[in-house]
């Protein structure tokens, strides 16, 4: 596939995606790298964005340009969008209680704090990326649970086994502390996501270095 079949594939996919307005947003190719620009209407839309991207075959990296515009009348207070955000970690009962702190500034959310598991970092900065008026959010949410470096490869090693989308002899795992490398090749994009969120599920993991290729 070359670089101007690969745009095409690219821009009919935004197109597809409902939550996207594809209009405002441009398409450029070259080897495999797609690099978007343009602008969307809030931080929601702009993820969307990228993962409509990453599941056009072919993609091997993507160069994130867009810009995020509200409308003038659209524009929210730093302490409403705090408060709206600490209402949303509240109100969300995988999270635990008093552990998250929030910071705004012109709409940047910083997170920080403590939880156990790695979905409970990635379920705050969900349900924050879905507030109106948020501009980008910085995750400095750590996981304090500790765990063997030869239980959490284990584990790792058997999660990948179990998985029918997954050549798990081409993946090699290393881990130090309770941070995780992963090394190797994959088919595609989503392959290699699996793989990610594999190492990411073991209870402990506070980092992986995703050094898989396509």
Same mark, same amino acid.
């Given at each position: 596939?070359?670089?101007?079949?690969?745009? *095409?594939?690219?821009?009919?996919?935004?197109?597809?995606?409902?939550?996207?307005?594809?209009?405002?947003?441009?398409?450029?190719?070259?080897?495999?790298?797609?690099?978007?620009?343009?602008?969307?209407?809030?931080?929601? *839309?702009?993820?969307?964005?990228?993962?409509?991207?990453?599941?056009?075959?072919?993609?091997?990296?993507?160069?994130?340009?867009? *810009?995020?515009?509200?409308?003038?009348?659209?524009?929210?207070?730093?302490?409403?969008?705090?408060?709206?955000?600490?209402?949303?970690?509240?109100?969300?009962?995988?999270?635990? *209680?008093?552990?998250?702190?929030?910071?705004?500034?012109?709409?940047?959310?910083?997170?920080?704090?403590?939880?156990?598991?790695?979905?409970?970092?990635?379920?705050?900065?969900?349900?924050?990326?879905?507030?109106?008026?948020?501009?980008?959010?910085?995750?400095?949410?750590?996981?304090?649970?500790?765990?063997?470096?030869?239980?959490?490869?284990?584990?790792?090693?058997?999660?990948?086994?179990?998985?029918?989308?997954?050549?798990?002899?081409?993946?090699?795992?290393?881990?130090?502390?309770?941070?995780?490398?992963?090394?190797?090749?994959?088919?595609?994009?989503?392959?290699?996501?699996?793989?990610?969120?594999?190492?990411?599920?073991?209870?402990?993991?506070?980092?992986?270095?995703?050094?898989?290729?396509?």
């Amino acid at each position: 596939m070359n670089d101007s079949e690969l745009r *095409e594939l690219v821009i009919d996919e935004l197109e597809f995606e409902p939550s996207i307005d594809a209009g405002n947003i441009d398409v450029a190719a070259k080897d495999g790298i797609i690099t978007l620009s343009g602008y969307v209407a809030s931080y929601a *839309e702009k993820m969307a964005t990228e993962r409509a991207v990453r599941r056009v075959r072919g993609v091997n990296a993507i160069a994130q340009e867009i *810009e995020i515009r509200y409308s003038t009348d659209k524009k929210i207070n730093d302490d409403e969008i705090a408060r709206r955000c600490v209402n949303i970690i509240a109100w969300n009962t995988t999270l635990p *209680e008093g552990k998250l702190t929030v910071k705004v500034e012109r709409g940047w959310v910083t997170l920080s704090g403590e939880v156990p598991w790695h979905f409970q970092r990635v379920a705050a900065k969900s349900g924050v990326r879905k507030i109106s008026g948020v501009t980008g959010i910085t995750n400095l949410i750590t996981i304090k649970a500790r765990v063997q470096a030869a239980d959490i490869k284990s584990r790792i090693e058997d999660a990948l086994k179990r998985s029918a989308e997954v050549e798990a002899h081409a993946i090699r795992i290393l881990v130090t502390d309770s941070s995780v490398r992963l090394e190797g090749k994959v088919h595609d994009w989503r392959e290699g996501e699996i793989v990610e969120k594999a190492a990411w599920s073991v209870p402990g993991v506070m980092a992986v270095d995703d050094r898989l290729t396509v």
